[in-house]
């Protein structure tokens, strides 16, 4: 049954301006110096008489289940009209984001690089301590979590509070913003996995394709004017990762030149496509010259005015005619997948590797620089113990009908093959897709990248394997395939 169709839209700030934060991201601790561009939280409320979903797109490097968990307890308490259980809280994956944790609180799946984690597994009288001297009046983890939380639940109110009837199309553009970032290259005769195509190594192949394709909805109000867009995009948010400094990145560029367009009151939904694999940086040609640099400003600029351009081009050049009129149905799903577990061979060896490394050193304090060298066997170590009473990782998917459009989320750094088998095979006329989506459980890689190694395909920062990424698409396409089929 078609539905008349009621949305709202907000944009809160979530970075906190009078105190500095850690920065998200990378393995060493960052500390912001200013505020480049803040990071917000843009939301936008959807409901018809018959069901609601509420999209919230977060400048941050992930959504941890703890801090749904916070965001969508405020909201029932300020708002019982508001079904939490249809609330989708993702990222853009932005690594110049606010850091925010909880301490002594379950995370779905425990990181082996995490100092007190690790430090379980160091021999005795030996620990891993983070050295950097931090501000005094610096936003600790847990009071950036309760801010971040709090921002949330009150722009996903406010924009429930926004609803007015409103219009709607799909949209579909397209502009180069992603790049596969695992190349295939030889060195000594054994292949090797890098991420610069380098001049002191042999370079053979990209191992992934990318994706230029943007799905989009775009928004109208009643006098069909545009008023606000989702877009979906195969690219983390993250040019500007190196920087000590908080930036919304391409993301915060993007918003500013669609609102210089449209007007300050356009709404902007960013969204994480499946890009596990990806990076806003071409790996054949970075530091070449060729383009504005894509770890600095420049880029965020030059990729911010790409991706404003190819949305307002699709607003401009749309042919289908805005609708008040959709089916919407929504459901949020827990599916249990096969965790990716070591062998005791691998776990001995990770041992060995990792006890001879301290003796090496000969050293009570470990820091940093100890934890790049030998995160891989730390993690091992530390999971192995962990995976004695784990089979199984539950992860939160939302599945949303939206007229002949599927939206479709999943809680990994996915990798771009398993979303586009998830397009190809749905029977939506399009499918848009949202990764990184309440909660965050590491990179999920192919079958193909597993084999070759290299970050990104670790046990460590991968507790589902390709096994079950296979399973995450059959259980994502048998939900989406089920709200399709004919009565």
């Given amino acids: 049954?078609?539905?008349?169709?009621?949305?709202?839209?907000?944009?809160?700030?979530?970075?906190?301006?009078?105190?500095?934060?850690?920065?998200?991201?990378?393995?060493?601790?960052?500390?912001?110096?200013?505020?480049?561009?803040?990071?917000?939280?843009?939301?936008?409320?959807?409901?018809?008489?018959?069901?609601?979903?509420?999209?919230?797109?977060?400048?941050?490097?992930?959504?941890?289940?703890?801090?749904?968990?916070?965001?969508?307890?405020?909201?029932?308490?300020?708002?019982?009209?508001?079904?939490?259980?249809?609330?989708?809280?993702?990222?853009?994956?932005?690594?110049?984001?606010?850091?925010?944790?909880?301490?002594?609180?379950?995370?779905?799946?425990?990181?082996?690089?995490?100092?007190?984690?690790?430090?379980?597994?160091?021999?005795?009288?030996?620990?891993f301590v983070n050295q950097t001297v931090l501000p005094e009046n610096i936003l600790t983890g847990n009071e950036c979590l309760d801010f971040i939380a709090e921002r949330i639940s009150d722009a996903v109110c406010e924009a429930w509070a926004n609803r007015k009837h409103s219009f709607c199309a799909p949209g579909f553009g397209r502009a180069s913003i992603g790049y596969c970032r695992r190349m295939y290259r030889t060195n000594v005769g054994v292949a090797r996995l890098g991420y610069k195509a380098d001049q002191e190594a042999v370079f053979k192949e990209v191992e992934g394709g990318s994706d230029t394709g943007i799905e989009m909805l775009l928004i109208y109000d009643n006098m069909h004017k545009p008023i606000g867009v989702v877009a979906s995009v195969a690219c983390p948010s993250q040019i500007v990762e190196f920087k000590n400094h908080v930036s919304s990145d391409y993301w915060g560029k993007t918003r500013m030149f669609l609102k210089e367009h449209f007007g300050e009151d356009f709404h902007i939904i960013g969204l994480c496509s499946a890009a596990g694999d990806q990076s806003p940086r071409d790996q054949l040609r970075w530091l070449r010259g060729v383009e504005p640099s894509m770890a600095d400003i420049e880029g965020t600029i030059f990729i911010g005015k790409r991706l404003a351009n190819a949305i307002i081009e699709t607003f401009e050049t749309s042919k289908t005619a805005p609708s008040d009129k959709f089916e919407l149905c929504h459901k949020k799903e827990v599916f249990n997948l096969p965790i990716n577990k070591l062998t005791q061979e691998e776990y001995e060896k990770a041992k060995e590797t990792l006890y001879k490394y301290v003796e090496e050193e000969n050293k009570d304090i470990f820091g940093f620089t100890d934890m790049v060298r030998i995160h891989p066997e730390v993690g091992r170590v530390f999971l192995y113990e962990w995976q004695k009473a784990v089979d199984t990782l539950p992860a939160e998917v939302h599945i949303v009908r939206f007229g002949d459009m599927a939206i479709a989320t999943n809680p990994f750094e996915l990798f771009l093959d398993y979303g586009n088998q998830i397009k190809v095979r749905s029977k939506a006329k399009q499918t848009m897709l949202i990764q990184l989506a309440c909660d965050t459980l590491g990179y999920l890689p192919t079958a193909k990248a597993e084999p070759m190694g290299g970050y990104g395909t670790s046990i460590v920062s991968c507790p589902i394997g390709s096994k079950g990424g296979a399973e995450l698409v059959e259980k994502t396409l048998e939900v989406i395939n089920s709200m399709y089929e004919k009565a």
């Fill in 1 to 127: 049954m078609e539905e008349k169709l009621l949305i709202g839209f907000s944009e809160k700030s979530i970075t906190p301006e009078d105190r500095p934060v850690c920065l998200a991201g990378q393995f060493h601790t960052r500390v912001s110096e200013y505020i480049e561009t803040p990071c917000m939280v843009n939301v936008m409320a959807i409901e018809t008489s018959k069901d609601q979903t509420i999209l919230c797109s977060c400048d941050l490097g992930g959504t941890s289940a703890y801090l749904v968990k916070c965001a969508r307890e405020k909201i029932a308490a300020k708002n019982p009209e508001i079904d939490v259980d249809k609330i989708i809280i993702s990222a853009t994956h932005t690594h110049t984001g606010p850091l925010y944790t909880a301490p002594g609180q379950p995370a779905t799946r425990p990181s082996g690089m995490s100092y007190p984690n690790a430090n379980t597994i160091m021999p005795e009288g030996k620990k």
